[in-house]
């Protein structure tokens, strides 16, 4: 097992291209269970997530290569309906499967979902919906065992509250369902917005993109299609705040700042010059001007508010601030697992439920340890803190880190940080 080794104290400058989204990129490969032909993804991260997906599509009966970071999927095999433990239980995403299968095939068998441990994140979302288009669904042994005679039938599904992959889910289901599909108070995130526009593309008939309410009329059949992954949001978010935490300047480019409202306004109150270009964000610490980040309030929610895959990394960058800030977990239960770490690195935090708050250490530093990675984003946190901090910064169990960055030293690396893997 490797760890992350880094000698902080570096200000990160130069160019950084973003990699494609893994949670554009996930659901994508999913939807290509729903037709036969060869399926083309491009911009497709090479990552520990992807590959999981795509070793559980083997299992299932498809066909896939790689050039590049293009993939070529092809859905004709498809003759499996079961989803084992042993490729679940590392990725809560593996659930995307469901829909699909269900809408293929009229039944799929899939092990409960694992992942990162920071919350409950139930798939109570996704059944309930399904049950709405005639799907009965069985919880035993660990698995969900779902299944309908004929064709899905369309229904009206509400979520209580806005379920990114249980939207994906019913989106993909609905698509080859009897009749038209309503989905309430829908996630709008911009991965769903590229979903829809695949299986547009694939000859889906959805309306509401980018609204709370989507409304599917469903097709017979669906054909192979070629799509784009849009750019990774958290990954460019993570070196925009990583560059603003070492006091750097720096180019992120192959982004859409579009997709991040929330985060840049934070950055922009925290005293960082953000300039937003088409594909591109040019970010300039206050710290090049002689100043220091000032204390910013936060409040992860549903998109287009501020995304809890990015609570963890502002929280390392408000460790440094001037002053104290308020940070407001209200989407995932345990999301704070980082904190323990940094507080081991000199960070001044306090929790008290779902809240942080976190005073700035000002005058002081963060000072380099060894620490361990609890989930995906906690893992990014404590890379941007190692950044900062004076001395070595050793990062244990980086496979959480490498299911959603894409070469991450070599990115680190070529903004100047001296960064690199060891064996543990």
Known sequence: MEKLVIEGGRKLTGEVKISGAKNAALPLIAATLLAEGVHVLNNVPDLRDTRTILRLLESLGLTWKREGDALYIDGTGLRYSEASYDLVKTMRASVLVLGPLLARLGKAKVSMPGGCAIG????NFHLTGFEQLGVTCDLEHGYVDARIEGRLQGGTVYFDI???????????????????????????????GNLIDMLTAMGARIEGRDTAQLVIRGVKTLHAATSRIIPDRIEAGTYAIAIAATGGEAVVKGCDPAHLPALLGKMHSAGVAVDAGTDSL??????????????????TMPYPGYPTDLQA???????????????????FENRFMHVAELQRMGADI?????????????ETDLFGAQVMATDLRASSSLVIAGLAAVGRTDISRIYHLERGYEDMVGKLTGLGANVWKEDE
């Not at 409950?120 to 798939?123: F, T, V």
């Not at 990114?164 to 829908?186: Q, Y």
């Not at 779902?354 to 000002?362: D, E, F, Y």
Request: with cysteine; net charge neutral; hydrophobic share 45%.
């Open 120 to 123: 409950a994140r139930p798939i």
């Open 162 to 192: 806005p379920s990114v992959t249980g939207t994906e889910n019913l989106l993909m289901a609905a698509s080859l369902a009897e009749g038209t599909t309503v989905i309430k108070n829908a996630a709008r995130e911009p991965e769903i």
């Open 282 to 299: 040019s970010i300039q610490s206050p710290v090049c001007r002689g100043e220091r980040i000032a204390a910013v309030d936060v409040t």
């Open 313 to 331: 990394q502002f929280m390392a960058l408000m460790t440094l601030a001037t002053g104290v800030s308020v940070i407001h977990e209200t989407i």
């Open 350 to 362: 306090k929790i008290d439920g779902r809240i942080a708050m976190v005073k700035g250490l000002a």
